[in-house]
């Protein structure tokens, strides 16, 4: 049974990812769960292992991978369909979690 503060941080985790191209601030997040920022941020770290911002982008990341793994869109599309406005940027961020650019995963796939 989850406790009142739990059942609002995983109600913040499910907005989170449910707009996650649109990248909501800590702010907006906590307004509208109705947990103060603080507590939202601690509880975040306590139950995900990572503070929100690194969940994510970790989170983006992933998805990134899921849509190249498909096969239906092109590297600059995904990128701008996960929230990046700059592709290198999107770039970067992959490369640093998965060890290789998008295109050199993608290229390994086949």
């Known amino acids: 049974q ?3 503060k739990e059942a609002t941080i995983e109600k ?7 707009d996650f191209h649109r990248s909501l601030t800590i702010k907006d997040l906590s307004k509208l769960v109705g947990l103060n920022e603080h507590n939202l941020k601690t509880g ?8 929100i911002h690194t969940y994510l982008k970790d989170y983006k990341l992933n998805k990134a991978r899921e849509l190249i793994i498909s096969g239906d869109a092109q590297i600059n ?7 990046y406005t700059n592709v290198s940027h999107f ?3 992959f490369k640093k979690k998965f060890g290789m ?3 050199k995963f993608e290229m390994s796939l086949s």
Request: glycine share 6%; proline share 6%; charged share 30%.
């Open 2 to 4: 989850l406790s009142e």
């Open 12 to 18: 913040a985790k499910a907005e989170l990812i449910k």
């Open 44 to 51: 975040f770290k306590e139950i995900y292992g990572k503070p």
């Open 77 to 83: 599309e995904i990128a701008y369909a996960i929230g």
């Open 91 to 93: 770039i970067e961020a």
């Open 101 to 103: 650019t998008p295109k």
